[in-house]
């Protein structure tokens, strides 16, 4: 079964640097989409960046970008120039190729210090 | 324009009791994805509608069942409420069932049982 995991429950990043939150899958599929997905304490859950299996180039939206490791199944994002708007629960997440079914890791509690 | 609404933003009932909860999809979308998240987890997939039909299901027990509309609004109903249902439930909205398409999430669903 696909499994998604992230293995860092709490991260915390100066304002203006950059942090790397880290996620590893577990698929027999070939082909799939990996997401991140940004919870702030609103609850409103935001997609932030989206990674197709098929494409080796590596995501990137302002700011933020993944460096995507498909042989080891990996998946981490990176935020630079951290602001204090980053602060939020990120939500690794797997999509199967043929639903719409997201399977979530368990998020990533990111804190930006002034 | 609106994005995924969703009703009511709170609820509190007690064990045994049954609740009804709504979504609307933003206008035009055509699948609905219900999630059940626990506090301090990330969400699990509960069902997938499509064009009115069920197009996936998680692992959750038969007294969770939902339904799409001909406006493709949505309803999941949980019967004989147990404490562990308390959870945030959200849906999200998808143009049409690809697996690429982004889903845009609701504000979500509060529920406490008691």
């Known amino acids: 079964a696909q499994t998604v995991t992230q293995s860092q429950p709490e991260m915390s990043v100066q304002e203006a640097e950059t942090v790397t939150l880290s996620c590893t899958y577990d698929?027999?599929?070939?082909?799939?989409?990996l997401f991140w997905y940004k919870q702030p304490p609103s609850r409103q859950m935001i997609l932030v960046i989206r990674?197709?299996?098929?494409?080796?180039q590596n995501a990137t939206e302002n700011r933020f970008s993944v460096n995507f490791q498909k042989a080891a199944k990996s998946f981490s994002l990176k935020i630079s120039d951290s602001q204090l708007g980053d602060a939020a629960m990120y939500f690794c997440?797997?999509?199967?190729?043929?639903?719409?079914?997201?399977?979530f890791g368990q998020g990533t509690t990111l804190q930006v210090k002034p | 324009d609106a994005g995924v609404t969703q009703s009511p933003t709170h609820l509190i009932k007690t064990r045994g009791q049954h609740v009804t909860l709504r979504c609307s999809p933003i206008?035009?979308?055509?699948?609905v994805s219900w999630y059940q998240q626990v506090l301090g987890q990330g969400p699990q997939f509960i069902f997938q509608y499509y064009e009115k039909e069920e197009r996936g299901r998680g692992n959750f027990p038969d007294r969770f069942s939902a339904r799409q509309f001909p406006n493709y609004s949505s309803e999941l109903n949980v019967n004989a409420l147990l404490l562990g249902d308390s959870a945030l439930y959200l849906c999200?909205?998808?143009?049409?069932?690809?697996?690429?398409?982004?889903?845009?999430f609701g504000p979500g669903t509060r529920l406490t049982v008691l």
């Open positions: 990674q197709e299996a098929y494409k080796q």
């Open positions: 698929t027999s599929e070939s082909d799939y989409y």
């Open positions: 206008s035009g979308h055509k699948s």
């Open positions: 997440a797997y999509r199967f190729s043929n639903t719409g079914k997201l399977i």
């Open positions: 999200a909205s998808s143009l049409v069932q690809l697996v690429g398409n982004e889903q845009f």
